[in-house]
């Protein structure tokens, strides 16, 4: 089954320490990743995504993602976080058949992220 | 572009009542992509379209919903008759082409049903 994880609902660090939030997806054929993040009351924000061939992904914000085909994760990881990081990150994946438009797009249960000062 | 563009942002109507929940998605986007959001269930894909035709509803709790989206600029989420369970923020997203592209997602509006 294609499927995308986030296993840690609320994640803790404090300012200045580096940060990771996981993801882990099933997916078959080549897999279309995103990271997305949330602030209250707000729509979801584009992060990063991967694209085939780089294992460690830079996005907006300081933000990186490192692939890794072989544990079918895609962790979100930013070396010095801030009390402004504070919010809620989503990962999601595209599941494509490009014959017929198939494109569907879901996201994991989302991890709040809590950076205290 | 001024981005994905819902209405309205808040809705509260009571139990028995229709709902019509609206979108603009992105000039030149061809996907677009209903989303429900609960505390329960997370993010919940409803349902999306490609070129105006909807591709996968299966995300559709029932009966009581439908979308449609008669153009490429505009889009409708129907809920006839609204249930308290109903009470959720409903996104609107759009994207451009297949795969890699990530989408754009709109305010949301946040409906309660009393």
């Known amino acids: 089954a294609q499927s995308v994880a986030q296993p840690e609902d609320q994640v803790n660090v404090a300012e200045g320490n580096p940060l990771t939030v996981k993801c882990t997806y099933s997916v078959s054929g080549n897999p279309y990743l995103f990271w997305y993040v949330q602030y209250p009351n707000r729509g979801l924000q584009f992060l990063l995504k991967?694209?085939?061939?780089?294992?460690l992904v830079k996005g907006s914000y300081g933000f990186e993602a490192e692939f890794n085909k072989s544990q079918t994760s895609f962790h979100l990881k930013k070396p010095s976080a801030l009390v402004s990081d504070s919010a809620l990150y989503f990962c999601?994946?595209?599941?494509?058949?490009?014959?017929?438009?198939?494109?569907?797009?879901?996201f994991g249960a989302g991890t709040r992220l809590a950076v205290h000062p | 572009d001024a981005g994905v563009i819902q209405s309205p942002r808040h809705e509260v109507t009571e139990m028995g009542q229709e709902v019509t929940l609206r979108c603009k998605p992105i000039s030149g986007h061809d996907y677009l992509f209903w989303y429900r959001q609960t505390m329960m269930r997370g993010l919940e894909l409803l349902i999306y379209?490609?070129?105006?035709?909807?591709?996968?509803d299966s995300g559709m709790p029932e009966d009581r919903f439908s979308a449609k989206m008669p153009n490429a600029s505009f889009s409708t989420l129907k809920i006839q008759p609204s249930e308290p369970r109903d009470s959720a923020v409903y996104f609107c997203a759009s994207s451009f082409g297949i795969g890699i592209t990530e989408a754009f997602f709109g305010q949301g509006t946040r409906l309660t049903v009393v």
């Open positions: 999601a994946v595209r599941f494509v058949m490009f014959s017929g438009g198939y494109n569907k797009l879901i």
């Open positions: 991967y694209i085939t061939g780089d294992n």
């Open positions: 379209f490609n070129n105006n035709v909807p591709i996968d």
